[in-house]
């Protein structure tokens, strides 16, 4: 904030200071980039200003992280577990902003907060919400990806029972830096540090250096244990090196199980499959010692449609644990924030770009080719 003035710093595109506690009526209709047709450029127009639920809220939003889920989706993926995206729909589910109006309900948000949404909501109601799993809560709803819940690759995004679901960004942290967070980084913090408890000096295997394995071996690096980075794409791995990674392999040139085998040796403690490939997932199991824990993280492609065959009775013999991960607990989210604020965490390093609303699209089917650099945000 240093160099702006105090107005200047509460008012963001045409939304009001945090004085105001009415809703702020908005100088220009909403604008969002819509699913019309899978594969399809994304197309820009405007639409009807969202409405706060009673226990909800209404989000400007400031940064929202382009994502491979978005990619899965914009595809069409999710056939095979009957959860397509819906057409005329918007994506995005990494947003940060400031909160332009709230239900009669809410108790703990008001006008003028700044936020983070994570995407797995949970309804706040439940046992899992209550005893602070809302990542698994039976009625959640993943933002960007079901009807009830239209994403954010919009200029504002409604966000249910938000006293559960909203977090609060510490001063200290940027729109940019919490966008950067994104699912990745609370999908790689919640697999790392909750689901397999990660130790100091722990040998970690991350596959796959794109968004969520970068933050994962950063998030490692962190945490004081040993991150491998893996990889077929070298610029990807200076980037894992830049951000912590202990050591790297180049899964084109040497067996990526024997290598880290080799390194460690005997094999990783923990292992993540940050891909979400039958290769990925294989490997990752492999490349454990005994009783390690890998941490299956990516979702499968076309090509797995869900189900991947993995030895199970070599994970048997050697008592291989096999966990699923899945976002983050909203009711956690301030241990990866306060990391962020710290500095422990620098989310912002793995951006690579950002973009307006109109060149989402472009982005999305640069992903295809896996043409991205980096971390890659929409901006406003
Ligand atoms: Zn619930
Ligand atoms: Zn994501």
């Known amino acids: 904030m240093a160099g702006r003035s105090a107005a200047a710093a509460l008012t963001i595109h ?114 899992e919400c209550r005893t602070g799993h809302g990542n698994t809560c039976t009625d959640g709803l993943a933002l960007g990806f079901e009807r009830d819940v239209p994403g954010a690759f919009a200029d504002q995004v409604a966000v249910p029972s938000v006293d559960h679901n909203l977090q609060r960004i510490p001063d200290g942290v940027s729109f940019r830096d919490v966008a950067a967070v994104g699912c990745r980084y609370m999908t790689a913090f919640h697999a790392l540090a909750h689901r397999a408890d990660v130790g100091g000096g722990d040998w970690v295997a991350v596959h796959g250096c794109g968004g969520v394995g970068l933050s994962a071996v950063q998030i490692a690096d962190a945490l004081g244990t040993r991150p491998i980075a893996v990889d077929v794409n070298s610029e990807a791995l200076a980037r894992a090196e830049s951000v912590g990674a202990s050591a790297t392999v180049d899964a084109s040139k040497a067996d990526p199980v024997e290598a880290i085998q080799e390194l460690t040796d005997g094999g990783a403690a923990v292992s993540v499959d940050a891909l979400g490939r039958a290769e990925t997932a294989r490997n990752s199991v492999r490349c454990l010692r005994q009783r390690g824990t890998h941490v299956q993280v990516g979702l499968t492609t076309d090509a797995e449609q869900g189900e991947i065959s993995l030895p199970t009775d070599w994970m048997t013999r050697w008592e291989i644990n096999w966990l699923g991960s899945r976002g983050m607990p909203p009711a956690r989210f301030g241990e990866l924030l306060s990391m962020v604020e710290d500095g ?22 640069a992903m295809t080719n896996y043409e991205t650099e980096g971390v890659e945000l929409l901006t406003f």
């Not at 990619?71 to 005329?88: I, M, R, S």
């Open 344 to 365: 422990s965490l620098a989310p912002g390093k793995l951006v690579g770009r950002e973009v307006s609303l109109g060149e989402v699209s472009e982005r999305l089917a």
């Open 14 to 127: 045409g939304y009001p200071p945090t004085a105001i506690t009415t809703p702020w009526p908005n100088p220009c209709p909403m604008r969002a980039a819509v699913l019309r047709e899978y594969g399809e450029p994304l197309e820009i127009t405007e639409r009807p200003d969202p409405e706060a639920a009673t226990d909800g809220a209404v989000v400007a939003v400031e940064a929202c992280g382009i994502c491979r889920s978005d990619w899965h989706a914009w595809q069409g993926h999710g056939e095979w577990a009957d959860d397509q995206v819906p057409l005329n729909y918007v994506l995005g589910h990494e947003p940060a902003g400031r909160v332009i109006e709230v239900g009669e309900d809410v108790e703990r948000f008001a006008v003028g907060d700044r936020v983070v949404v994570p995407f797995s909501l949970g309804c706040g109601a439940c046992g």
